[in-house]
């Protein structure tokens, strides 16, 4: 038993861990592929992956949103993503937008008549090339702001980009057609203040991967709990020996998936909680039934097997979440069952 207890420890140290979200999906994996096949064809947007822009006010943003805009469109020129929907080429900054006031008065007035000429020649009324003039060189036209954009017919497909929360700041998002080379996109944007690169996929799959690293921590710590407790129970050899069954199928059971082939994800692990409870069960009554052990047996057999009937049909279903759950706690009890006999005292203990 020591050696199915290392050789499992190894196993575990080496098994292949699943904790991509989408594995939890029990969609048939070909209309996954052609769903991803269409989006790369239709270039869509990808609702997965978007970029955010913060800051403190609002002409923060805009002016960070063009320096991520920028860097964008040279990914695009890359190939690392097919397209980006952007408030950027609609709206820059006030002081962007003063600025190509002022330019636009430095170049046109000088060389206003070349303009009249050409315009007169499309048909525009003299009236209006005058007040053309007059708007050039009063240049008192106030910036255009967000909310001015926004509460524009035109913009309607537009307004829900930016985001305005008196608890949370402002933001504008960028929308990512066709990603590629997510990870280039991330690296290309680690530099520029107040903008994060967001693969909502990637950020729940860490989640599930700290979930995993930690429920098997508690998992480790309950058993060490229980063992304690047996430990008091039945003393030192005999506590180590009525939670062996327990510690060593939990071990095997996540060695033996691993080894043929079973990606081992969180429900495998919570799986092995089960499996604590009930074959701690089947020790401690081998344990203090130390006259009828085979009778005592007998009645742990029929309980196990109830056990892995039912976890087995779950083994068979085709949510993920449910077949990982069963499948662990199926192999576990069995086991469990097996090595159960091995907490019995006897009765000259």
Known sequence: MLAAAF?????????????DIRALQSAPQQLLDDESRSRS????VDESKVVVVEGETEDEVLERLAVA???LRHSVARGELAGIVSLAPFIPSQSRQRANSDLV??????????LEHGLDELGFHEESLKWLREDIEVNNVEP??????????ISEPLRGLWLESAHSGISTVILLQGV???????????GIEGVRFIDRIDSLTG?????RSETMRLVGLAYLGVLSILMLRFGPRAGVRTILPALVSAGTT????????????????LGQLLVLGLAVDYGAFLAEDRASAETTFEALMLSAWVTVIAFGAMACSSAPPIRDLGASVSVGIILALALSPSAWRGQNE
């Open 254 to 269: 996540l060695a033996v998936l691993s080894a043929f082939g079973v990606p081992l994800s969180l429900f495998h692990v």
């Open 180 to 190: 590629s080379n997510a990870r280039g996109l991330a690296s290309s944007l680690e």
């Open 7 to 19: 050789a499992a420890c190894w196993f575990i140290g080496n098994a292949n861990y699943s904790d």
């Open 144 to 153: 255009l702001t967000v909310s001015e954009l926004l509460s524009n017919p």
């Open 105 to 114: 008065r430095r170049t046109l007035l000088p060389n206003f008549q070349v």
């Open 207 to 211: 989640l599930m991967r700290a979930l």
């Open 41 to 44: 064809i239709l270039s869509r």
């Open 69 to 71: 805009d920028s860097e």
